[in-house]
């Protein structure tokens, strides 16, 4: 298994209050993702990375901001969470081989009351 | 527009039998990948198979095949011989552009599959 952590695995908080979610990955890989998962909608991809300190936006990235500062590491920030913002949170990685696969980390179930 | 659709929002089947899993996609890049993700009640999501837009053949991965026809645009997931842990949430997605180019992948709303003994 691709070794890729999120943390935290479950989070609660309040509307208005600022959040991170970390991802860390030790397989070295130049590409990094955040999705969200909600019912109905699949998996949408918020922003995502394809080097240290380089990031672009997503389909849903409004609310969120990025940063990668170190190649193992890409932060998931909400500055100020909203209900509609509740959501499993997924982390992957890929290489950019030519399978082009992406791997998954365990997602993170975060709760905006 | 819906660059991925899955029009069967939850397929049964028996085990031992085969089901095909459909998706459709839109693009207009003459390059472009396609893949399979499960997503079992754990809640992971694991790499099934790939398929390029330029592979001359279907992509074959053990009990997973991937029936790719081009033209209609279509990239249906066949699984053979069902097994009860093949039980799950697939998902279909599409990387758009060239290779070093896009990384971002689109994915469909998925299919809930459930085998039954």
């Known amino acids: 298994d691709a070794g890729i952590t999120q943390s935290p695995r479950h989070k609660v908080t309040e509307t208005g209050t600022p959040v991170t979610l970390r991802c860390h990955q030790t397989?070295?890989?130049?590409?990094m993702y955040w999705y969200r998962q909600d019912p109905g909608h699949g998996l949408r991809l918020i922003h995502y990375s394809y080097g240290v300190k380089d990031t672009d936006k997503g389909e849903v990235s409004d609310g969120y901001s990025v940063s990668r500062s170190k190649t193992e590491d890409f932060l998931l920030t909400l500055e100020s969470a909203t209900s509609s913002q509740t959501s499993v949170y997924f982390c992957?990685?890929?290489?950019?081989?030519?399978?082009?696969?992406?791997?998954f980390g365990p997602g993170t179930r975060l709760t905006v009351l | 527009a819906q660059k991925i659709t899955q029009t069967q929002p939850g397929m049964f089947v028996q085990e031992k039998e085969a089901v095909t899993l459909d998706c459709t996609y839109d693009?207009?890049?003459?390059?472009?990948?396609l893949f399979w993700y499960k997503q079992p009640s754990s809640g992971e999501m694991i790499f099934l198979i790939y398929q390029g837009s330029y592979d001359q053949q279907n992509a074959t991965e053990g009990r997973y095949s991937l029936n790719f026809q081009k033209a209609r645009k279509s990239a249906n997931l066949v699984i053979s011989a069902s097994q009860l842990g093949d039980s799950a949430m697939y998902f279909c997605?599409?990387?758009?552009?060239?290779?070093?180019?896009?990384?971002?992948?689109?994915f469909g709303k998925g299919t809930k599959l459930t085998v039954n003994p």
């Open positions: 397989e070295n890989h130049r590409y």
């Open positions: 693009t207009s890049d003459p390059s472009y990948g």
């Open positions: 997605a599409m990387r758009e552009g060239t290779q070093g180019g896009s990384e971002k992948l689109v």
């Open positions: 992957a990685i890929s290489e950019s081989g030519p399978n082009d696969e992406q791997f």
